[in-house]
Every structure is written in C-alpha cells, then in structure tokens.
C-alpha cells in the first residue's frame, strides 16, 4: 500500500504564505511526477503545479510567480511553499504522485492524498 499524506493547511490572511507537505509512504521503489491539485467550492479540480523526477517545474498561471514547488526524493516528499496568498486561492489542495512500488514494474500507478484546506481570508 502507498499513503500520501498532506499537512501544512489553515487560514492565513491576504498576502500571507503557507507551505504544504506531501508525503509519501508504504513500498516505493521510485516516484516519478507529483504535483498538487485544488478544488474550490463549486468549482473542478485543476492542477496547481507538477514536478517531476529530475525536478522540472510547471505551474498554473494563476500562481505563477508566487508558488514554488520542490520535492526531497530521499524523503519521497513535495513541498508548495505559497506566497502573497489571495482570497481566490481557498480551496481544498491535493498531493498527487505517480508511483512505482517494486522495480520490475514497468509503469506507476497514480496516488491521491485526501487533501488539506487552504483558506485565505481577512
């Protein structure tokens, strides 16, 4: 079995930061691509931003310039830090990760976690 378990949500106001952590656990032989999702009320989930294995980026427009995301591989963990956070960024936000459990599988199998609340709000 493999957990993704995310921490590092709450309120924070306007233009404050928050950084999420995603960690992986259970039998991993190799992570390929994680990233972080955000569904807000009424609205689908959209992907926030994606990294993969050998650390290459991309990020929604949205919060280009104000989110970065890295990994620890030693860890099997993804961190957001998220800066001059806005109203619009509230929303549930999900760890997902492409993971290869033992070597001789050839193709991973994609992981959710169940997510952390990011409220931003005066």
């Known amino acids: 079995q493999v957990q993704l378990v995310e921490s590092g949500g709450g309120l924070v106001q306007p233009g404050g930061s928050l950084r999420l952590s995603c960690a992986a656990s259970?039998?991993?032989?190799?992570?390929?691509?994680m990233g972080w999702y955000r569904q807000a009320p009424g609205k689908e989930r959209e992907l926030v931003a994606g990294?993969?294995?050998?650390?290459?980026?991309n990020y929604a427009d949205s919060v280009k310039g104000r989110f970065t995301l890295s990994r620890d591989n030693a860890k099997n963990t993804a961190y957001l830090q998220m800066n001059s956070l806005k109203p619009e960024d509230t929303a549930v936000y999900y760890c997902?990760?492409?993971?290869?459990?033992?070597?001789?599988?050839?193709?991973?199998?994609?992981?959710w976690g169940k997510g952390t609340l990011v409220t931003v709000s005066s």
């Open positions: 259970g039998i991993i032989f190799r992570i390929n691509a």
């Open positions: 990294i993969t294995s050998g650390g290459s980026t």
């Open positions: 997902n990760a492409d993971i290869v459990q033992y070597s001789w599988y050839e193709d991973g199998i994609n992981y």
